[in-house]
């Protein structure tokens, strides 16, 4: 039985905002990544939310699937990137997330800040899809 109440996939990316999401843990299994947030926001738009503005969710798991690439970047201050693992940055605040259809594929890049560091950084995953699942909408999100 699935723990998740809602979920929805990669084809309603437009719908979902992650801006000021926060990582609280990321999860490598094979082809598989898992990042699991303190929440997102769900557009009114999204077929799943049954209110009249976008709203929060609880926590929330993010689960790529067939990832054929990752990549973990620090930005330092002197202009120099330092690649780290991808497990380095769940603590990870998100800015910007964005999807590629390339090929098969799709290439997600997410930008944002790391907690840890206070360095702006970045996450670049190759997959064929993703899938994200919680329980609740919450509160209105932030910019209603």
């Keep these: 039985m699935n723990?998740?109440?809602?979920?929805?996939?990669?084809?309603?990316f437009d719908y979902l905002d992650f801006?000021?999401?926060?990582?609280?843990?990321?999860?490598?299994?094979?082809d598989i990544?898992?990042?699991?947030?303190e929440f997102i926001y769900i557009s009114k738009d999204h077929p799943l939310n049954p209110y009249k503005v976008a709203k929060s969710t609880d926590q929330c798991k993010l689960t790529f699937y067939n990832v054929k690439m990752?990549?973990?970047i620090i930005y330092l201050d002197d202009?120099?990137?330092?690649?780290v693992q991808l497990l380095d940055l769940d603590e990870m605040e998100f800015l910007e997330f964005k999807q590629l259809?390339?090929?098969?594929d799709f290439v997600y890049e997410m930008f944002g800040s790391d907690w840890k560091t206070h360095h702006f950084c970045s996450i670049k995953l190759k997959a064929k899809s993703f899938k994200l699942e919680w329980n609740e909408f919450t509160?209105?999100?932030?910019y209603v």
């Design 70 to 72: 990752s990549k973990a």
């Design 33 to 37: 990544v898992t990042i699991y947030f």
């Design 19 to 30: 801006h000021d999401c926060i990582v609280e843990d990321i999860k490598i299994e094979k």
């Design 139 to 142: 509160e209105d999100a932030w």
């Design 3 to 12: 723990p998740w109440k809602y979920q929805t996939t990669n084809d309603y």
């Design 101 to 104: 259809h390339v090929g098969q």
């Design 79 to 83: 202009d120099k990137e330092k690649e």
